[in-house]
């Protein structure tokens, strides 16, 4: 009997972690399995890393269940970096001098953050934002600091500034470029964001280039830019983009990109047919993919072909990307800046909901090619798999961002009209057909949709999607859709006012006595108390309802966890009187507030 072939994965991230869920639950093939994990810790969920400071911990970010590797039989390497592969050989060692033979190596050693070479950026208290010893070391030096900067204002950097607001320091977000997200929102889109950040209170500042990093004079730190102004900080975060990872590919002389990145083919092979490169470290026709679905693509292609599996490769990935920064919605899908020849773009603004839209169509006006969301991401799904499908789109396109005065949708863009081909969850590469098989076979609720098929898992960002083909397949098997506003009340939000309306309830447990069970949830609550102000004319924030509110609406203010709070008073139309003026400046004066005035 012929031993079982040496799998060797260099990298426990999201993406290698992956690969050994692939590898370890086939069934047809059996393998010794070891990992080394250069961090003290199995693979997190770096999706959401920033909730480390909103209280969620280590352990709740994990990835790995406790005795899942045990039970598959991997074999996990904690704190070991490997350093050498020998090709000839077909060894790998580490930093601890483990060596261990292979068949087949798969590196997954993902990225590492770019610290431009400014002077000074090796001082004290300065960090990247990567792991959760980043953000230990953060949350550590932030006790007693009082303002807080993030140079990048890309994904990863309003991340990091989400993290420093969260710790209760007035925050900077600094950029090179002349907007926020510059790779994924367009100069409207990016007007709008920048907006919407600077009311939440955080500084932004853009077309800043950064030349020198210097003791400040009244904090630890003091930057100094290329056009003469200067902002000081005590705490200052790196985010200026990834690099991949590929410095063991260059030791073993694999094929590397110009720029970086180790070169794979359609299987996710290095130039070495017995070594794979997955993630952020691979470099697929010309191009780092840098965000996780992609990366949970290659893991699966590497893990079918070295298991000889037959069907899967991996073809490049959709980049589009739909997230929630600092509570403000965002989405970019496509060609959002309308770079295809002859392309026609369709843009909608609302200022007073501080929404932005934009969709980029052919030159034909039928096919949707790019969009922009900036407030209000709701539409993303559906306009995501208008791209990816190339569904017809309807005669007047822009009614696809356009606010729908009779409450009605746009007819025959919904789920029913996508094929079953369409992919509803990239994250886990998971099918309309899918989660259409797996209503059929007895997935009759979301939270059973998600557990069996995996979509909506991850980052999340297609649970809505996933709900709307859930309750489109249950309308046709004849089913009852779930409407109820939440699991404390069987009834939808109608019929709660009319219950209130009817029984004269006047408080939220009262209501909830009656007709609900539990103690209510984030859902529930501020939804019973704006039914309650509508019926009986109460103010939402007397006494008997403003429990029922979050903290923020409750007090009327940005709270933050060490105390400290915010406050955006809003100016209607940006028209004020010189009394009301000066009586914001007074107040200001009187407690030494910094102060603002945005949107001019």
Known sequence: MSAKPEIVVIGNGMVGHRFLESLAQNETAEFNLTVFCEEPRVAYDRVHLSEFFTGRSAEELSMVEPGYYDTHNVKVLIGEKAETIDRQAKTVISNKGTQLKYDKLVLATGSFPFVPPIPGHERDNCFVYRTIEDLEAIRAASNGAKVGAVIGGGLLGLEAAKALKDLGLSTHVIEFAP??????????????????????????????????????????????????????????????????????????????????????????????????????????????FGLVAPGYK????????????????????????????????????????????????????????????????????????????????????????????????????????????????????????????????????????????????????????????????????????????????????????????????????????????????KTFYELLEKHGKGRGCDICKPAVASILASCWNDYVLEPRHAGLQDTNDRYLGNMQKNGTYSIVPRVAGGEITPEKLIVLGEVAKKYKLYTKITGG
């Open 179 to 288: 907007r926020l997200m510059a790779v994924q929102v367009d100069d409207g889109g990016g007007a709008m964001l920048r907006h919407k950040i600077e009311e939440l209170g955080v500084q932004v500042h853009t077309g800043k280039n950064t030349q020198a990093i210097e003791d400040g004079e009244h904090h630890r730190h003091k930057l100094t830019f290329a056009d003469g102004d200067e902002i000081e900080t005590d705490v200052l975060l790196f985010s200026a983009g990834i690099r991949p990872q590929d410095q063991l590919a260059r030791d073993c002389e694999l094929e590397v990109g110009e720029r970086g990145g180790i070169v794979i083919n359609d299987f996710c092979q290095t130039s070495d047919p017995d070594i794979y490169a997955i993630g952020e470290c691979a470099l697929w026709g010309g191009r780092i």
């Open 298 to 505: 290659m893991a699966q292609t590497a893990a079918d072909h070295i298991a000889s599996i037959e069907g899967s490769n991996f073809t490049g990935a959709d980049m589009s990307t739909k997230l929630k920064l600092m509570g403000v919605d965002v989405a970019s899908i496509g060609d959002a800046h309308g770079n295809t020849p002859n392309s026609k773009v369709y843009t909608y603004v609302d200022g007073t909901q501080d929404v932005y839209k934009k969709i980029v169509v052919n030159e034909a006006n039928n096919r949707l090619l790019g969009a922009v969301l900036v407030g209000d991401a709701s539409d993303y799904g559906n306009l995501l798999q208008l791209t990816l499908n190339d569904i017809p789109l309807p005669e007047f396109p822009d009614a696809l961002i356009l606010p729908q005065r009779d409450g009605s949708g746009i007819t025959g863009l919904g789920v029913e009209a996508l094929p079953d081909g369409a992919q509803i969850c990239s994250c886990n590469d998971v099918t309309k057909g899918a989660l259409c098989q797996a209503v059929s076979d007895g997935a009759t609720t979301l939270a059973e949709l998600k557990d069996c098929t995996k979509a909506g898992t991850s980052c999340g960002g297609c649970n809505a999607l996933v709900g709307q083909v859930l309750n489109a397949e249950l309308e046709k098997m004849g089913l009852e859709v779930c409407t109820d506003i939440c699991e404390h009340f069987p009834y939808t939000r109608q019929e709660l006012y009319h219950l209130v309306r009817f029984d004269k309830i």
